[in-house]
């Protein structure tokens, strides 16, 4: 792990003592992110964002909007979400800064924000095949399927562990939230199925598909730790005490319950 340029941590206890001027950076990024209606467009605004700010004010920032989430902010908590299920625009960013951010934030403190660096890693469990235990077809056909009208044979294509059948269902205009929360849910599955479903323009949207994607062992770490910030206070509470997902999580839910009280109610898409 490289040094960390003394510069870069001066400048992060000069933001932490003044959050206003955090909210300079802030502010602009999040009312960019709220005016654009497209998601592939919400994802440019933030890379964009990403890149326009230096290795200091970048960690600053992050720590800002998840401070607000915590304490319900709706436009933090939309926007917190969107960088959860769109890893990728942070994986985007060149290795090395990467690394450089993951050592700064590490060490000024800002534990949270480094893990979002260098923090995807796979929960400790079998690859599930890419099959469907309740069709015998080949996966081509499966996706085939699951574009059809046929509701009995898209009830059997919820169970599909193919991340290209899932992704073709999630597009069916003939799902519902109820099937994206099973599809959220199901387990042992694979982690790109549930990265299709995080990532999906509108089931990563709903409250409901975020919980059970939380809730869920089998989705990557890195998207379960961000939504992890998304849940209301009674589900936090109950995350906290289930034994199916990892230590980690647990401790996040009991650090984020421990913080500002967090909303206990919310609209289901929210």
């Not at 290795?55 to 998840?66: F, G, P, W």
């Not at 044979?153 to 099937?179: F, K, S, T, W």
Request: aromatic share 4%.
């Amino acid at each position: 792990m490289p040094l960390v340029h003394p510069g870069v941590l001066e400048r992060l206890a000069a933001y932490r003592d003044d959050p206003a001027a955090v909210a300079l950076l802030l502010d602009p990024w999040i009312r960019r992110f709220r005016g654009v209606p497209d998601g592939a467009l919400r994802r440019t605004v933030l890379r964009e964002g990403l890149a326009a700010l230096d290795d200091a004010s970048l960690i600053a920032a992050l720590d800002q909007l998840d401070a607000r989430a915590q304490s319900g902010d709706g436009d933090s908590r939309w926007m917190l979400g969107e960088l959860a299920v769109n890893p990728g625009v942070l994986q985007d960013l060149d290795y090395d800064r990467r690394v450089d951010l993951y050592a700064a934030a590490r060490d000024a403190g800002y534990r949270e924000v480094a893990a979002r660096f260098l923090g995807d890693r796979r929960p400790p469990i079998a690859k599930a095949p890419e099959d469907n235990p309740h069709l015998d077809l080949a996966p081509g056909v499966r996706t085939s399927a699951a574009r059809a009208r046929d509701r009995l044979l898209l009830d059997r294509l919820l169970h599909d562990r193919d991340p290209r059948v899932i992704r073709a269902l999630l597009d069916n205009p003939r799902v519902v939230e109820r099937d994206a929360v099973a599809i959220a849910a199901l387990r042992p599955t694979a982690p790109e199925v549930l990265e299709a479903v995080a990532t999906h323009p509108r089931w990563s949207r709903s409250y409901r598909v975020k919980k059970a994607l939380v809730f869920n062992p089998c989705t990557p770490t890195s998207i379960a730790r961000s939504l992890v910030r998304t849940l209301l206070r009674q589900d936090l509470l109950a995350l906290r005490d289930t034994g199916a997902v990892s230590v980690e999580l647990r401790a996040d839910a009991n650090l984020l319950l421990s913080g500002p009280t967090p909303p206990t109610s919310s609209s289901p898409t929210s």
